[in-house]
């Protein structure tokens, strides 16, 4: 079964705007929330990551919100840049157990 | 550092052809990983190994899939007879240990199966 859930499935922004991605989970053992950004033909590069002690984690235009009561968390784009354009996978785990990933967000980003 | 790396970058077979993959993890890494993505999904662990033991192979399909990381370091993913919905790209990770949760991914092997 699905143990992440990501929504929406693609989204396009104008450059400039800002981009929302959701995701949900059902573990409440899960403890490290990374974002993973994959480029057309490569894997996937880790982006950002939080663990549920915080609610929000900013690196540079990349904001992870975590709302650990309704056991969600989001990724924010600030600024939206072409060169973000990209498939954006959350994932979930418990430490030292296996990545849990969402089905994927695919963001463009248009001039 | 080098990157992790895999071959081939693609590769095309017709059902019940075999097919094997290479990866070689990041030097130092003793945690490598075997994910299967298909279109449209995130990617699915199919195993783990922690230098060359097999920490979690539940998703692994045995029958026709098998894994191997001799020696600790390079590791070789082998699906014998193929399916065509074994058709996706197979990523290997690595990580410095089990208990760190950063992977490193390599491009992957883009496998079509006719």
């Known amino acids: 079964q699905q143990q992440v859930k990501q929504s929406p499935q693609s989204l396009i922004v104008q450059k400039g705007g800002i981009s929302i991605i959701n995701c949900a989970y059902e573990n409440t053992a899960f403890d490290y929330f990374p974002w993973y950004q994959q480029f057309p033909g490569k894997g996937p590069a880790l982006l950002i990551a939080?663990?549920?002690?915080?609610s929000e984690k900013k690196e540079g235009r990349f904001t992870i919100s975590f709302n650990k009561s309704a056991k969600q968390f989001s990724l924010h784009i600030m600024d939206s840049q072409p060169g973000d354009s990209a498939t954006y996978f959350c994932?979930?785990?418990?430490?030292?157990?296996?990545?849990?990933f969402g089905a994927g967000t695919t963001v463009t980003v248009r001039a | 550092e080098a990157g992790v790396a895999q071959s081939p970058r693609y590769k095309i077979i017709e059902k019940r052809q075999s097919v094997a993959f290479w990866c070689n993890p990041i030097s130092g890494h003793a945690t490598l990983y075997w994910y299967q993505q298909i279109l449209g999904q995130g990617p699915k662990l199919l195993i783990q190994f922690q230098n060359n033991g097999v920490v979690d192979d539940s998703q692994l399909p045995k029958d026709r899939f098998s894994a191997e990381r001799l020696k600790g370091v390079d590791s070789t993913l082998k699906i014998q007879p193929a399916k065509l919905e074994d058709s996706a790209v197979y990523l290997c990770?690595?990580?410095?240990?089990?208990?760190?949760?950063?992977?490193?991914f390599g491009p992957g092997t883009r496998l079509t199966v006719l």
């Open positions: 990770a690595s990580s410095r240990d089990f208990s760190y949760n950063e992977q490193f």
């Open positions: 939080i663990r549920p002690d915080v």
């Open positions: 994932a979930a785990s418990m430490i030292r157990y296996k990545l849990s």
